[in-house]
């Protein structure tokens, strides 16, 4: 598919499309207090209903966190909804809001980290977990320093033109897993990696690995790419913050002797890690994406209907 161009939808077929990124234009110019009342009422209003994302978010919940209450679970569920309608309308703040606001409404934190590695003469992977803040965080690192990061191309025009705005400040996004060599050179030459590393792709390239107890298909790809790159591994993390005061996005120490040799052995190390910023911030994670698809030995899906 060709790069997607506003001129894609003056066709009467795309005018839908055409009326949602009107829509999606103008609430990135609301203030974020009122992005953070609606947001939160969005995610309420889409609570009510048993829908595949609330489904799915409730299983891996209950599978991640047995030690809580039934009660309980469904709380953190509500709570992930809502956080989740907040982000789903920052969105818009960063796909199209002027760089002025953007710089205003995220802030960056724990740059020091950062430091450290780049004084060491290393490169940079930035290991960014899927939160549900990741867009606009990953935009907003774009904008200081230039990034590259992967993708998987959409099917619908509307949706692959949303996703080709991450680069709207100089990133380059690369066709996941299909352009190894330019992703390589593209580190080797000084640029940041953007890495999702929390992605069942299937069990190639991948092993399985415990996330909060639960055999994970975790693709290893990190340690391979960490080492012929001599990059250092920077945790990095986006928050959206309470009441519309913004995002906030903060780097964590490198990871320290990585890789260790055994890209199982890290791949269990790098979930570990992800675990304890989850913790912090469990209402922000990504519940909504089936992690547990992929099961080992032909076990059932732990997604079935009951």
């Not at 066709?11 to 949602?20: E, K, S």
């Not at 069990?203 to 298909?217: K, L, N």
Request: proline share 7%.
């Amino acid at each position: 598919m060709a790069d997607v161009t506003l001129r894609t939808f003056l066709h009467p077929r795309n005018w839908y499309a055409l009326l949602i990124l009107a829509c999606v234009i103008v609430i990135s110019w609301l203030p974020q207090p009122v992005l953070w009342i609606l947001g939160n009422a969005l995610g309420w209003f889409f609570s009510l209903f048993n829908s595949p994302a609330r489904r799915v978010a409730s299983r891996n919940i209950e599978l991640c966190f047995p030690e809580l209450s039934p009660d309980e679970r469904r709380r953190l569920v509500r709570r992930h909804l809502r956080a989740s309608g907040v982000a789903v309308l920052n969105l818009g703040v960063a796909w199209f809001a002027p760089a002025w606001r953007l710089r205003r409404v995220v802030t960056l934190r724990d740059e020091h980290h950062l430091n450290a590695a780049l004084a060491n003469g290393r490169n940079v992977i930035l290991l960014a977990p899927h939160f549900i803040g990741l867009d606009i965080g990953g935009i907003r690192v774009s904008m200081d320093q230039k990034v590259v990061s992967m993708y998987r191309r959409s099917r619908s025009p509307l949706l692959e033109y949303l996703f080709q705005r991450r680069g709207r400040f100089g990133a380059v996004m690369v066709m996941h897993l299909a352009s190894l060599r330019t992703l390589l050179k593209s580190i080797r030459d000084g640029m940041w990696f953007y890495y999702l590393p929390d992605q069942d792709i299937g069990e190639r390239s991948s092993v399985f690995a415990p996330f909060f107890g639960v055999p994970a298909a975790t693709v290893t790809a990190l340690s391979r790419i960490a080492e012929s790159t001599n990059a250092a591994v920077v945790p990095c993390t986006t928050r959206i913050l309470p009441y519309g005061r913004g995002c906030e996005v903060r780097f964590h120490p490198a990871l320290e002797n990585f890789p260790g040799g055994d890209p199982a052995e890290d791949a269990r190390r790098m979930n570990r890690e992800i675990e304890q910023w989850v913790r912090e911030m469990p209402e922000q994670y990504l519940w909504s994406y089936r992690r547990f698809k992929t099961r080992p030995n032909n076990e059932p899906s732990l997604y079935s209907k009951k």
